[in-house]
């Protein structure tokens, strides 16, 4: 070792920029030029990027041949010479809101019950600015054939995803209970109180008297079954014109939905061309006239949330969607009636300014009486069921709020609560009971409704709503009345 080397390695380590500088920028300049073989022709555009590259990151590339061009004495970046740069360090890893994702939570923790004061004088950390309510801080449920969750996987990678069959099973051990029976069940009897509703349902299964005899001639040949005398009604008095005229309509309506049907299928259609081309159809179809006089109509509620996690059910490690549900049936008074000012009285004097689960300004003062849930026809059924568990937990909790802040006497029984869950071209009903003595939901299923892939099951589907608007308009719009507003329905024209 030389005296040089020895002076030179004492006062340490010499640094890159040192060393490019001590190197000519073109390989020419190089006395050894032909031993580099044939050049690759570079731009000066290339050049640059090369030696900026090489000069972030600190290092030479061991494969290069040719020294890279010296850096020149950049004291015009803002000052600084180039070796006074802040090094680049790695960033830590953050969510699209910018806070660090949360650790996931302990399956093993105890679950909380739900307060309904701090619903009340808390306002469950509402958030007056955020009229679309808070976010449910829950995660995502996995849904092979959601495009939503095609779309959103890269964010979800960092959360901890709980799968929809097991969320189905932790919801038996949620601060509110939650079990499926089947219809008929030994261990869990069906409600006395929906034993009409569903004979009646059953009653139109059979598919009889759908039809008005008035278009017998438009409909013969089309209907798709053998005997089309069945589905017609028994003639009682002549039909009026206007009648004739509704009943006329009826039928090229429920053509066309059944061609929409198909496209949907045919096309396969995401879930929003099914809401908008059939689902909020038939519900029109179904409710407009007689019972939207009744104060019976119905919302899309798909960008609808829980408005506070505190409704959720208490599952640790449960995941879920914030679009929850996709319609609802709901009471909507005329405007400026008594029941209307009446509702909207009741909902300013709540903290979070709702009646209902959720705060959606175009439902949070329509008391919603009927749920419903929608998939594609390969959608995930686990993930409706578990979707309509968390609606039906949330909406139990909240009339309780309700009653809690009602000053009327007397003690009143929760409600059932009807559910309709869509599958593709099939309709079904389910029924959510509360038991107070056990704090238990149960959830008895199925009733078939109809089905939109033929002309008879859509008219069957049509009259399974109405019978629907009918329990709406009898039995839940007068307990709700009742119950939440402290009010005799009959002073309001409403109910028996």
């Not at 005296?3 to 490019?20: F, K, N, Q, Y």
């Not at 955020?130 to 495009?147: F, I």
């Not at 017609?232 to 039928?251: A, G």
């Not at 939207?292 to 119905?298: A, E, G, L, T, V």
């Amino acid at each position: 070792m030389t005296g040089s080397d020895i002076r030179s390695e004492r006062s340490g380590p010499r640094s890159i920029e040192t060393w490019l500088s001590e190197h000519p920028e073109f390989p020419e300049h190089y006395e050894h030029t032909a031993c580099l073989g044939k050049q690759r022709k570079r731009t000066k555009a290339t050049r640059a990027i090369g030696s900026s590259k090489r000069r972030a990151l600190g290092i030479i590339q061991p494969n290069a041949m040719a020294p890279p061009s010296p850096t020149k004495n950049n004291t015009g970046i803002k000052g600084k010479q180039a070796s006074q740069r802040t090094p680049i360090t790695p960033k830590t890893s953050r969510t699209r809101s910018g806070k660090q994702p949360e650790p996931p939570e302990d399956p093993e923790a105890t679950p909380r019950a739900i307060s309904h004061h701090s619903i009340l004088t808390n306002t469950l950390r509402f958030d007056p600015r955020d009229q679309a309510g808070a976010e449910v801080e829950a995660g995502n449920l996995e849904d092979d054939h959601s495009e939503e969750s095609k779309q959103e996987s890269s964010t979800r990678s960092s959360q901890r995803s709980l799968s929809p069959r097991k969320a189905r099973a932790y919801m038996q051990d949620a601060d509110i209970s939650v079990q499926l029976a089947k219809i008929p069940s030994s261990d869990y009897p069906f409600p006395s109180a929906a034993q009409s509703l569903r004979n009646d349902l059953r009653a139109l299964q059979k598919r009889q008297g759908l039809l008005d005899i008035s278009i017998r001639e438009i409909a013969k040949g089309k209907l798709g079954i053998d005997d089309e005398d069945a589905v017609y009604k028994t003639p009682e008095s002549t039909v009026s014109p206007e009648e004739s005229f509704r009943y006329l309509r009826t039928w090229h309506n429920v053509l066309e939905i059944e061609s929409a049907a198909e496209e949907c299928e045919v096309e396969d259609d995401a879930e929003a061309s099914w809401n908008t081309e059939v689902h909020s159809r038939i519900l029109r179809e179904a409710l407009r006239g007689h019972w939207r006089s009744k104060n019976i109509w119905y919302k899309d509620i798909t960008t609808a949330k829980i408005f506070d996690k505190e409704l959720l059910p208490k599952v640790p490690g449960l995941s879920a969607k914030n679009k929850l549900v996709d319609f609802a049936i709901i009471v909507r008074p005329p405007v400026s009636s008594v029941l209307d000012g009446a509702i909207k009285m009741k909902c300013a004097s709540m903290p979070p300014k709702t009646i209902n689960q959720t705060d959606a300004p175009y439902v949070r003062n329509k008391p919603i009486a009927i749920s419903m849930e929608v998939k594609r026809p390969a959608g995930n059924e686990d993930i409706a069921v578990v979707e309509l568990q968390t609606w039906v937990t949330a909406h139990y909790k909240m009339l309780k709020v309700l009653l809690d802040s009602n000053d009327a006497p007397g003690t009143f029984e929760l409600p059932i609560l009807p559910l309709v869950q869509v599958q593709g071209h099939t309709w079904n009903l389910w029924i959510a009971e509360y038991k107070e003595t056990e704090d238990q939901i149960i959830i008895h299923r199925k009733i078939s409704l109809g089905s939109t892939d033929e002309v008879v099951g859509i008219y069957q589907l049509i009259a399974s709503v109405q019978r629907l608007a009918q329990w709406v308009a009898e039995e839940y719009q007068p307990w709700w009345i009742k119950a939440v507003l402290g009010v005799d329905p009959k002073t309001l024209g409403v109910g028996s």
